[in-house]
């Protein structure tokens, strides 16, 4: 789908992938602030996107792992072909001296990895301001803000799924 009024990054990380977080933040924090700046654009939404791949499993380890999390015993008795969860917390962060809340979406699913049979998990990371505040007031001060805080949520997420997803 494409929006003409949106500019999209998708951070991706995981099996013989490496990204430097940080230094890719801080060179598209530079290239939006300048196309602001140039341009005086103000923006309507915001949100940081990561996707981020875990270990390595067979078959049947990652599913033995997610089976506490069904809450419906009988309904995975022939095994499990699919599985996962998702969380939508509303957090608020100060923009412009104001209160601004924010989803922050967590979606944890078991993935194929590219090329071979293995199965791995895939966490989705996804933190944007609320689609029902759309008036256009994010100017480049917004953005360090936005950007800032929304790097925090992240990376905690992100250390928390490297925990679940670290093969045992």
């Not at 003409?4 to 801080?26: A, C, H, P, Q, W």
Request: charged letters at 25%; aromatic letters at 12%; proline letters at 1%.
């Amino acid at each position: 789908m494409f929006l003409e009024d949106r500019i999209d990054v998708t951070f991706m990380s995981g099996v013989n992938v490496y990204l430097d977080f940080n230094k890719t933040i801080e060179l598209l924090e530079k290239i939006l602030c300048e196309v602001m700046t140039d341009k005086d654009l103000l923006a309507n939404r915001m949100a940081l996107f990561a996707n981020i791949v875990s270990d390595e499993y067979i078959d049947s380890d990652i599913f033995s792992r997610v089976k506490k999390y069904i809450p419906f015993e009988s309904h995975c008795s022939n095994g499990l072909n699919e599985w996962s969860n998702r969380c939508n917390t509303i957090k608020t962060i100060v923009i412009n001296g104001e209160d601004e809340p924010l989803n922050a979406v967590t979606e944890v699913s078991v993935a194929q990895t590219n090329g071979n049979a293995k199965k791995c998990f895939l966490c989705v990371i996804d933190v944007n301001t609320v689609f029902e505040r759309s008036a256009y007031r994010f100017n480049v001060d917004a953005l360090k803000s936005f950007v800032f805080s929304s790097i925090e949520i992240a990376k905690e997420y992100w250390v928390e799924f490297e925990r679940f997803g670290a093969y045992e």
